[in-house]
T-cell receptor
Framework: GEDVEQSLFLSVREGDSSVINCTYTDSSSTYLYWYKQEPGAGLQLLTY?????DMKQDQRLTVLLNKKDKHLSLRIADTQTGDSAIYFCAGIPNTGGFKTIFGAGTRLFVKA | NAGVTQTPKFQVLKTGQSMTLQCAQDMNHNSMYWYRQDPGMGLRLIYY???????DKGEVPNGYNVSRLNKREFSLRLESAAPSQTSVYFCASRAGDGTEAFFGQGTRLTVV
């Protein structure tokens, strides 16, 4: 089945770029998502990319998808302290359209 | 819109006690989910309901039961709580295949 892996921690300085990486095993995933979880809150969708796209940009966020390597990344430009949160990579395999498979989450620390 | 509402927000149980976690969504979504979140393990799917009247096991169903009471409500029951069920529980809903999942704020459950 689908497996999604992420590194657990990332620390950056305010104003720098953050790059959060994710690898997944099911190359048939049609949709790949990035969710953000702030302390004490549920997950909120940050952005998503369809599997037929290589890149998607949304203001400070850039998502890159390398289907050959099954690698997804989220770049946050000009990282702010308010970006400190846990970021989850998630995919929906074609075999299970109702099930979203989440990675373990990357905790982003932004130092002032 | 309230979105996805979970109750209670916090709960402490003694081993062997039972309780029901409530979830309701007001977005007319077809699919509803229960996840548990544990440190370093991301979100693991406990049960889901693809549509009203159906429920299916997820990744970690043991020790839990669910009821899809109607289109709005999906409850999670712990019949005999165990310390291993100490976790943060999230309810989520989606309109359909591939669409964004909306999450509740979570229920922090401690079993002593």
């Amino acid at each position: 089945g689908e497996d999604v892996e992420q590194s657990l921690f990332l620390s950056v300085r305010e104003g720098d770029s953050s790059v959060i990486n994710c690898t997944y095993t099911d190359s048939s995933s049609t949709y790949l998502y990035w969710y953000k979880q702030e302390p004490g809150a549920g997950l909120q969708l940050l952005t998503y990319i369809f599997s037929n796209m290589d890149m998607k940009q949304d203001q400070r966020l850039t998502v890159l998808l390398n289907k050959k390597d099954k690698h997804l990344s989220l770049r946050i430009a000009d990282t702010q302290t308010g970006d400190s949160a846990i970021y989850f990579c998630a995919g929906i395999p074609n075999t299970g359209g109702f099930k979203t498979i989440f990675g373990a989450g990357t905790r982003l620390f932004v130092k002032a | 819109n309230a979105g996805v509402t979970q109750t209670p927000k916090f709960q402490v149980l003694k081993t062997g006690q039972s309780m029901t976690l409530q979830c309701a969504q007001d977005m007319n979504h077809n699919s509803m989910y229960w996840y548990r979140q544990d440190p370093g393990m991301g979100l693991r799917l406990i049960y889901y309901s693809a549509s009203e009247g159906t429920t299916d096991k997820g990744e970690v169903p043991n020790g839990y039961n669910v009821s899809r009471l109607n289109k709005r409500e999906f409850s999670l029951r712990l019949e005999s709580a165990a310390p291993s069920q100490t976790s943060v529980y999230f309810c989520a809903s989606r309109a359909g295949d591939g669409t964004e999942a909306f999450f509740g704020q979570g229920t922090r459950l401690t079993v002593v």
